[in-house]
């Protein structure tokens, strides 16, 4: 009975999620895995500013490395804050019993984030935290309402407040709806150069979801050539085989 519960919440998570953000547009990431340089920077911005908390439990410090141009020498000094070796995963420093010590709640790993989700998900997660007095931690995000984490980027955002909207609930009671957001206090970064460093965290993230997807692709037109050559082939020879016959 226990798993077929569990299955249940498997199964019906990402449909949840879905819904979560239903009704909200979705920008586009409009990222580019082949800049190396925008995936270089991501590799910063996570270790910098995620990693306290969240894993990528599924890749190794020198893979990245090798993927993405990384010298070890840079790998070591600017990208490895645990004392962990090259061939390490990339797992947080926070232990889960801490987590759920300090937090509460259960840290996701992010190594699938974008699969599960998208990168135009993510990429608009990351800028659309607003200010809310009501939230444990301050804050509220429009595509993941009632979300369970503090807003580690405010510091290079800056806040930003809600638009409400008034409309009907269904007991014919008047109620107060986010609808929009909108700067208040500016961070350290303009608006533009927030949209880069989220952009290249969302790139960074999609890589570390599937580190051979550009391989994959182009191994998938090697495919289609072949199976175009082939089927040339194979009509040639079924005329030359039948042609007897008829």
């Not at 700067?183 to 790139?203: I, K, M, P, Q």
Request: charged content about 20%.
């Amino acid at each position: 009975m226990r798993k077929l519960i569990l299955a249940s919440v498997l199964f019906l998570a990402p449909i949840l999620a879905s819904a979560s953000s239903e009704g909200v547009a979705l920008q586009d990431a409009n990222i580019d895995l082949k800049d190396k340089a925008s995936l270089q920077r991501g590799a910063g911005h996570f270790v910098n500013y995620c990693m306290g908390c969240h894993s990528l439990q599924y890749m190794r410090y020198n893979r990245m490395a090798e993927d993405l141009d990384i010298d070890d020498t840079t790998l070591r000094q600017n990208l490895i804050f645990t004392g962990a070796k090259p061939g390490d995963l990339m797992i947080s420093s926070m232990s889960p019993e801490n987590a759920a010590k300090w937090l509460d709640i259960a840290v996701p790993d992010l190594t699938l984030v974008t699969r599960w989700r998208s990168p135009d998900w993510v990429y608009t997660y990351l800028k659309t935290f607003y200010a809310d007095p009501s939230r444990p931690y301050g804050v509220n995000n429009l595509v993941f309402p009632q979300v369970g984490m503090p807003n580690v980027l405010a510091g290079l955002q800056g806040v930003q407040q809600p638009k409400f909207e008034e409309h009907k609930s269904a007991d014919g009671q008047v109620v107060q709806r986010v609808v929009g957001i909108e700067h208040a206090v500016g961070g350290t970064l303009s608006a533009e150069e927030f949209d880069t460093f989220a952009r290249d965290l969302t790139a960074f993230l999609t890589y570390a979801g599937e580190p051979m997807k550009l391989e994959r692709q182009q191994l998938g037109i090697y495919v289609l050539i072949f199976l175009a050559i082939f089927f040339v082939v194979a009509y040639a020879l079924k005329k030359e085989y039948w042609k007897d016959v008829h």
